[in-house]
């Protein structure tokens, strides 16, 4: 899988790079602001783009607009936004530039490297990715509407909203893939949304319910 | 019906001004300034017989030792007559004569040399010797010309209603007996009933004046009173900065820097046991990985609570949606601001919303929340509502004290309304230029 990265910290650049190469990627660029960024999305046209969230010269959100531009540029390119703080606005505007292919995660979730490169090849494949965080503040917003789930399918609601299949939600809670499926079924039933059978389908109609205004 | 239209021309505007000329009688002020001078007659009065009876106990107590307490209550006396001559102002104005003096000092000799010094202490004895004066001949003129106006127009009843033996002399054997007389002094009944008003304004405003000029505090004790106030809420702003690196150091101490020591124990044990014991080892780098996450966890909790990074990068209007949206009550938002904020009043708008949102979520039980925050007339005003249970308090300790001090630093105000059974209200104003 082609790859290119885009973050200012050298030492995290390089480990990032290091990370994904162990786990079999191929970086074809590692740049440190936005304009490069947009150079070397379109000149490689990579299958995959991680992006820091402040980039020079502002050190503001820099590294979220010039995604969004580079999305622009390539439609369709997929793109994982890492960020020191999460802020459900930014994922709004994320998913707004483009529903499939698009991750946002904290960048301290690179801890747990497994988890954190099958996010970037979920992203890739045009899955979603979104963070832990962002779910929880989504979800606290929608506190009221969801109080009629049970505990258990408040948590499948949250996994499913970051964007995780099935199997590593059932994984994640420690029960069988039809047992997840039930769940999924019942939340979808209580939330009044139309049930899909496509996965991504599924995640990014369980997004658009809870960023709407409550 | 075709709506009615004044008519913009010269000679109307001119006709309009004579009118309210001659009718000023008749105007609503024209009585203010009446029961202001009179109200004037009966302080001047008070002044008179606190004035006398103050210097003359004053005096004999100065001697004595004993005095000081007398002499202390004969200042404060003197304070209570200029504090009624400062509300007097409200009959004429609507509002009364502003107020400012010293800060009482502690013991009695330190009261008594507080009041001495202060010298707005002798500009309202200088008052109230001057309105013992004024502000008596002034009700005095007034009632005599108000009285003669209306004797002088109700003399013709009077001529009509007893015989006309009865009509007193106005001077030199001068009575009211004929009809041309009594028209005469019908006119001269007028023309007071027209000047009297003029004159009384002349005399209540003049009168107004100068006790504004003796009662308000002057540039200089304004300017003092204000370098009291800055040296206390920079003092507080002082207080709440340390008490914010206080609480910093002990988190970082007590969190990210306990854990990474115990990170890097971790590791050094693993390195150690990694040929002998590659279980053990592995499950000491597992125990350092989680630590080092969950410190990754606090820092971030710690660097959001000391600026918050969606304020530098969108501004107050998107940092406070995104804390809006966050809040579990429903909170409507109403944000007017126009160009950005100074920093430091943008982060402590945002400080102030967040916490109100914080304590609403937290203890109100509302279900439903409203936040305004506007610029007007160069400050800026942040309304924060609820329909909760009320009981919310802004006593030293809590969190909105926290916000009070902060607001304070920037010169603004916070108050907070939220009797037992709510709704609470809280209202923030701070000026928008530093």
Same mark, same amino acid.
């Given at each position: ?86 802020? *459900?606005?930014? &994922? @709004?505007?994320?998913? #707004?530039?483009?529903? $499939?292919?698009?991750?946002? =995660? /904290?960048?301290? %979730? ?10 970037? *090849?979920?992203? &890739? @494949?045009?899955?979603? #990715?979104?963070?832990? $965080?962002?779910?929880?503040? =989504? /979800?606290?917003? %929608? ?72 | ?434």
């Amino acid at each position: 899988m082609r790859v290119v990265i885009a973050e200012d910290l050298t030492l995290l650049r390089e480990g990032l790079v290091k990370l994904l190469e162990d786990a079999g990627d191929e970086v074809v660029a590692a740049v440190g602001d936005g304009s490069d960024l947009l150079r070397a999305a379109v000149t490689q046209k990579p299958d995959v783009a991680v992006v820091d969230v402040r980039l020079p010269p502002t050190f503001r959100d820099e590294g979220l607009r010039a995604a969004i531009e580079a999305r622009r540029r390539v439609p369709g390119l997929p793109i994982l936004v890492l960020s020191q703080y999460v802020e *459900h606005t930014y &994922a @709004a505007e994320l998913l #707004a530039a483009g529903t $499939e292919g698009m991750g946002y =995660l /904290l960048k301290e %979730r690179v801890a747990d490297v497994g988890d954190f490169v099958e996010a970037v *090849h979920r992203v &890739a @494949a045009g899955g979603t #990715a979104m963070d832990p $965080e962002v779910v929880r503040q =989504l /979800l606290v917003r %929608r506190s009221g509407t969801i109080a009629g789930l049970s505990a258990r399918e408040r948590e499948v609601l949250g996994l499913m909203a970051e964007g995780r299949s099935n199997a590593a939600i059932g994984s994640a809670l420690f029960i069988t893939e039809s047992a997840v499926e039930k769940h999924v079924r019942s939340v979808f039933g209580k939330l009044g949304l139309a049930a899909s059978d496509e996965h991504n389908r599924r995640v990014l109609a369980v997004l658009a319910y809870l960023r709407d205004e409550a | 019906m075709a709506p009615w239209r004044t008519p913009d021309r010269p000679t109307y505007r001119a006709a309009v001004q004579v009118i309210r000329f001659l009718t000023r009688a008749f105007a609503v002020a024209t009585w203010r300034e009446l029961g202001y001078l009179l109200a004037g007659g009966v302080t001047a009065a008070i002044a008179f017989g606190v004035v006398v009876a103050g210097t003359i106990v004053g005096t004999l107590c100065a001697i004595l030792i004993i005095g000081l307490p007398v002499l202390i209550g004969v200042a404060y006396a003197f304070r209570a007559v200029a504090d009624v001559e400062r509300q007097r102002a409200r009959i004429l104005y609507d509002a009364p004569v502003e107020r400012l003096y010293d800060e009482p000092r502690r013991g009695w000799i330190g009261r008594l040399r507080g009041l001495w010094s202060d010298p707005q202490t002798w500009r309202d004895f200088l008052w109230l010797i001057l309105l013992s004066v004024i502000g008596f001949a002034f009700a005095v003129g007034a009632a005599t010309l108000w009285g003669s106006v209306l004797y002088l127009l109700s003399l013709p009843l009077w001529w009509l209603a007893v015989p006309h033996s009865a009509l007193p002399d106005l001077g030199n054997g001068w009575t009211v007996d004929t009809w041309s007389r009594v028209g005469f002094v019908f006119a001269g009944g007028v023309v007071g009933l027209v000047l009297t008003p003029w004159i009384c304004a002349g005399l209540a405003h003049g009168e107004a004046l100068l006790a504004k000029a003796l009662l308000a505090p002057t540039r200089r004790s304004r300017l003092r009173a204000r370098v009291d106030e800055l040296t206390t809420t920079r003092a507080a702003a002082a207080d709440v900065q340390a008490d914010e690196l206080r609480r910093i150091e002990r988190d970082l101490h007590d969190g990210a820097q306990a854990r990474l020591v115990a990170v890097a124990m971790e590791l050094g044990r693993a390195r150690d046991k990694l040929d002998t014991d590659p279980a053990a080892a592995r499950a000491l780098v597992d125990a350092a990985h989680e630590e080092t996450k969950t410190a990754l966890a606090e820092l971030r909790e710690l660097v959001s609570g000391m600026y918050p990074a969606i304020l530098t990068d969108r501004g107050l209007d998107a940092a406070l949606s995104s804390i809006a949206a966050r809040c579990p009550v429903p909170v409507t938002l109403d944000v007017e601001l126009g160009e950005r904020l100074p920093p430091a009043v943008e982060v402590a708008a945002y400080f102030v919303v967040a916490e109100s949102l914080t304590n609403m979520a937290k203890h109100s039980g509302a279900t439903s929340g409203s936040v305004r925050i506007r610029r007007s007339r160069g400050a800026l005003e942040i309304d924060v509502l609820d329909d909760g249970v009320g009981g919310a308090d802004a006593s030293a300790g809590s969190g909105l004290a926290g916000l009070r001090d902060r607001v304070a630093a920037l010169d603004g105000t916070l108050s907070l309304s939220s009797p037992r059974g709510g709704p609470t209200t809280l209202h923030v104003e701070m000026p928008c230029a530093l």
